[in-house]
């Protein structure tokens, strides 16, 4: 195959059944799903997953249509690709989610509405950018979230914060940023509603941490597009907007407000 021409370890299945059974073993750090599948097709796959784990999910179509990637979106897939694709551009999108299911909070509060994060060519490879798949990154958000190296005083917590800055808790963790009963912990990649954990796929989790650095600004689809899917071209809004979707049925769906022609904000 293709991607394993590129070091990663694939498994296959000829059918959706099959691929369902490998997708509970819980061992892939990501799925390539096709939504012409037999037996269970690619979108019934998808929303099956999406019961019981928040692995990255890429989906495949031949037709590129409408209903196909609205439908495929809304079962949780958090990116798309039409046949037949480049395998540039395929190893390039497979490698822009794996970066989302690892970034490093700091990073995510850390650039401007404007800016991308940082994957230039200067920059070391990601964690799960160049390995194979088969660590279990499906099972959710283990661990302690590894840390880049201090650069100085400008990397110690500051005593205050400005009119702009996200709101900090006053009794909760350093790295909380607290907006009414929606609490944030960018240290431990943990968001609670009403004191309760609210179980977020890498990319609802990165598109929420972009919306909390940036509170009370519009955003529009191609900066999002940008810093949360790693864009470096002008890609499908219809992306940001089934995102921005399953986030609300999550969050509460009056906390993120949508302002008609620009984008959408993060309300204070």
């Not at 012409?36 to 929303?47: A, E, K, N, Y």
């Not at 880049?148 to 009119?163: F, K, Q, T, V």
């Not at 350093?174 to 954990?197: H, K, N, Q, S």
Request: proline fraction near 6%.
């Amino acid at each position: 195959m293709a991607l394993e021409r590129y070091g990663y370890a694939v498994s296959t299945a000829g059918d959706g059944l099959t691929g369902l059974e490998l997708a509970r073993e819980g061992r892939h750090d990501l799925l390539l799903l096709d939504v012409m599948l037999p037996g269970l097709d690619g979108i019934g796959l998808c929303r099956a997953v999406r019961e019981t784990s928040l692995v990255p999910i890429l989906m495949m179509s031949a037709r590129g249509d409408s209903l196909d990637v609205v439908s495929g979106l809304e079962a949780g897939a958090d990116d798309y690709v039409v046949k037949p694709v480049d395998t540039g551009v395929l190893v390039a999108r497979i490698r822009s989610l794996l970066r989302r299911a690892t970034f490093t909070p700091d990073r995510a509060l850390d650039h401007g509405p404007g800016r991308a994060f940082d994957h230039g060519p200067d920059r070391a490879p990601d964690r799960a950018g160049d390995r194979g798949a088969g660590r279990g990154l499906g099972r959710g958000f283990g661990g302690e979230p590894e840390r880049g190296p201090s650069s100085g005083p400008s990397a110690e917590p500051s005593a205050g914060h400005g009119p702009d800055d996200p709101p900090r808790s006053a009794s909760g963790g350093a790295g909380d940023l607290v907006f009414g009963d929606l609490t944030i912990d960018t240290d431990g990649l943990e968001v609670r509603l009403a004191g309760e954990p609210v179980a977020l796929a890498p990319t609802e989790l990165r598109l929420l941490l972009e919306f909390a650095a940036h509170p009370g600004i519009v955003l529009d689809r191609q900066t999002l597009l940008r810093n949360v899917w790693d864009y470096g071209w002008d890609g499908d809004s219809r992306v940001v907007d089934l995102c921005v979707q399953r986030l609300r049925k999550k969050i509460g769906a009056d906390r993120i407000e949508t302002v008609r022609g620009f984008g959408y904000k993060l309300r204070r």
